[in-house]
Protein backbone atom coordinates (compact mmCIF):
# COMPACT_ATOMS: atom_id res chain seq x y z
CA UNK A 1 0.00 0.00 0.00
CA UNK A 2 1.46 3.53 -1.20
CA UNK A 3 0.72 6.12 2.01
CA UNK A 4 1.09 8.95 0.85
CA UNK A 5 0.05 12.70 2.55
CA UNK A 6 -2.51 15.09 1.25
CA UNK A 7 -0.13 17.88 0.66
CA UNK A 8 1.92 15.34 -1.78
CA UNK A 9 -1.11 13.98 -3.62
CA UNK A 10 -2.48 17.23 -4.25
CA UNK A 11 1.04 18.33 -5.75
CA UNK A 12 0.70 15.95 -8.00
CA UNK A 13 -2.73 16.30 -9.01
CA UNK A 14 -1.82 19.75 -9.92
CA UNK A 15 1.45 18.84 -11.21
CA UNK A 16 -0.64 16.57 -13.76
CA UNK A 17 -3.27 19.57 -14.72
CA UNK A 18 -1.16 22.32 -15.02
CA UNK A 19 0.97 20.27 -17.70
CA UNK A 20 -2.28 18.81 -19.47
CA UNK A 21 -2.33 18.58 -22.16
CA UNK A 22 1.33 17.15 -22.37
CA UNK A 23 1.85 14.38 -19.44
CA UNK A 24 3.59 15.76 -16.26
CA UNK A 25 6.11 13.23 -14.81
CA UNK A 26 8.13 13.31 -11.39
CA UNK A 27 9.39 12.28 -8.25
CA UNK A 28 8.87 12.15 -4.67
CA UNK A 29 11.75 11.09 -2.59
CA UNK A 30 12.47 9.62 0.73
CA UNK A 31 14.60 9.03 3.52
CA UNK A 32 16.65 5.71 2.16
CA UNK A 33 14.78 2.34 3.46
CA UNK A 34 11.98 3.96 5.31
CA UNK A 35 9.52 3.90 1.83
CA UNK A 36 8.09 7.46 3.12
CA UNK A 37 7.35 9.93 0.35
CA UNK A 38 8.52 13.25 1.21
CA UNK A 39 10.21 15.64 -1.06
CA UNK A 40 8.47 16.53 -3.88
CA UNK A 41 10.41 16.61 -6.93
CA UNK A 42 8.25 17.83 -10.66
CA UNK A 43 10.45 17.05 -13.15
CA UNK A 44 10.50 18.74 -16.96
CA UNK A 45 8.78 16.00 -19.62
CA UNK A 46 11.60 16.33 -21.97
CA UNK A 47 9.42 14.66 -24.77
CA UNK A 48 7.03 17.55 -23.91
CA UNK A 49 4.01 15.34 -25.23
CA UNK A 50 0.33 14.29 -24.58
CA UNK A 51 1.44 10.90 -25.14
CA UNK A 52 4.68 10.23 -23.72
CA UNK A 53 6.87 11.09 -21.21
CA UNK A 54 11.02 11.36 -21.04
CA UNK A 55 13.00 12.69 -17.92
CA UNK A 56 15.73 14.63 -19.20
CA UNK A 57 18.95 12.61 -18.67
CA UNK A 58 20.68 15.68 -17.12
CA UNK A 59 18.28 16.23 -14.93
CA UNK A 60 18.08 12.74 -13.62
CA UNK A 61 21.34 12.36 -13.16
CA UNK A 62 21.84 15.39 -10.87
CA UNK A 63 18.48 13.81 -8.81
CA UNK A 64 20.39 10.92 -8.40
CA UNK A 65 23.29 12.69 -7.13
CA UNK A 66 21.18 15.04 -5.04
CA UNK A 67 19.16 12.14 -3.43
CA UNK A 68 22.44 10.11 -2.81
CA UNK A 69 23.85 12.80 -1.05
CA UNK A 70 20.75 13.60 1.21
CA UNK A 71 20.64 9.65 1.63
CA UNK A 72 17.82 9.37 0.14
CA UNK A 73 15.57 7.23 -2.53
CA UNK A 74 13.12 7.41 -5.09
CA UNK A 75 9.29 6.22 -3.26
CA UNK A 76 7.58 7.15 -5.83
CA UNK A 77 7.73 7.82 -9.15
CA UNK A 78 4.82 9.41 -11.29
CA UNK A 79 3.61 10.63 -14.27
CA UNK A 80 0.17 11.64 -15.75
CA UNK A 81 -1.96 10.18 -18.72
CA UNK A 82 -3.67 12.68 -20.53
CA UNK A 83 -6.11 10.49 -22.83
CA UNK A 84 -6.19 7.06 -21.30
CA UNK A 85 -6.65 5.84 -17.98
CA UNK A 86 -4.15 5.81 -15.12
CA UNK A 87 -2.82 2.32 -15.65
CA UNK A 88 0.76 1.54 -17.14
CA UNK A 89 1.25 1.22 -21.07
CA UNK A 90 3.78 -1.15 -22.22
CA UNK A 91 6.27 1.89 -22.40
CA UNK A 92 6.23 2.61 -18.67
CA UNK A 93 6.32 -1.28 -17.74
CA UNK A 94 9.50 -0.74 -20.22
CA UNK A 95 10.54 2.21 -18.06
CA UNK A 96 10.23 1.10 -14.44
CA UNK A 97 13.51 0.86 -13.13
CA UNK A 98 13.07 1.24 -9.40
CA UNK A 99 11.59 -2.41 -8.14
CA UNK A 100 10.66 -0.39 -4.82
CA UNK A 101 9.36 2.58 -6.01
CA UNK A 102 5.46 3.12 -5.68
CA UNK A 103 4.56 4.44 -9.69
CA UNK A 104 1.99 6.45 -9.80
CA UNK A 105 -0.30 7.22 -12.50
CA UNK A 106 -2.73 10.20 -12.59
CA UNK A 107 -5.30 10.83 -15.56
CA UNK A 108 -6.44 13.93 -16.74
CA UNK A 109 -9.03 12.70 -18.69
CA UNK A 110 -12.77 14.75 -19.18
CA UNK A 111 -15.47 13.94 -17.92
CA UNK A 112 -14.68 11.05 -15.36
CA UNK A 113 -17.10 12.65 -13.03
CA UNK A 114 -17.77 15.23 -10.65
CA UNK A 115 -17.22 13.12 -7.75
CA UNK A 116 -14.09 11.73 -9.12
CA UNK A 117 -12.52 14.46 -11.69
CA UNK A 118 -9.19 12.38 -11.89
CA UNK A 119 -7.96 8.82 -11.70
CA UNK A 120 -4.95 8.48 -8.69
CA UNK A 121 -3.64 5.04 -8.72
CA UNK A 122 -0.35 3.45 -7.32
CA UNK A 123 1.18 0.33 -8.62
CA UNK A 124 4.42 -1.86 -7.79
CA UNK A 125 5.95 -2.42 -11.17
CA UNK A 126 8.87 -5.40 -11.14
CA UNK A 127 10.31 -7.75 -13.98
CA UNK A 128 7.21 -6.52 -15.97
CA UNK A 129 4.75 -7.53 -13.51
CA UNK A 130 2.21 -4.76 -12.88
CA UNK A 131 0.53 -5.06 -9.29
CA UNK A 132 -1.99 -2.36 -8.39
CA UNK A 133 -2.27 -1.25 -5.00
CA UNK A 134 -4.51 0.51 -2.34
CA UNK A 135 -3.67 3.99 -1.82
CA UNK A 136 -3.96 6.10 1.32
CA UNK A 137 -3.73 9.61 1.78
CA UNK A 138 -2.69 10.94 5.24
CA UNK A 139 -3.34 14.17 6.27
CA UNK A 140 -0.18 13.83 8.02
CA UNK A 141 2.44 11.36 8.63
CA UNK A 142 2.05 9.53 12.45
CA UNK A 143 5.32 10.08 14.27
Do not use: W
Not at 29 to 41: D, K, N, S, V, Y
Not at 46 to 68: H, I, N, Q, V
Not at 70 to 82: G, I, W
Not at 94 to 121: C, I, M, W
Amino acid sequence: MLTISRELHDAIVAHARADHPDEACGVVAGPAGTGRPERFIPMLNAARSPTFYEFDSGDLLKLYREMDDRDEEPVVVYHSHTATEAYPSRTDVSYASEPFAHYVLVSTVEGTGPEDPFQFRSFRIVDGEITEEDVQVVEAYEA
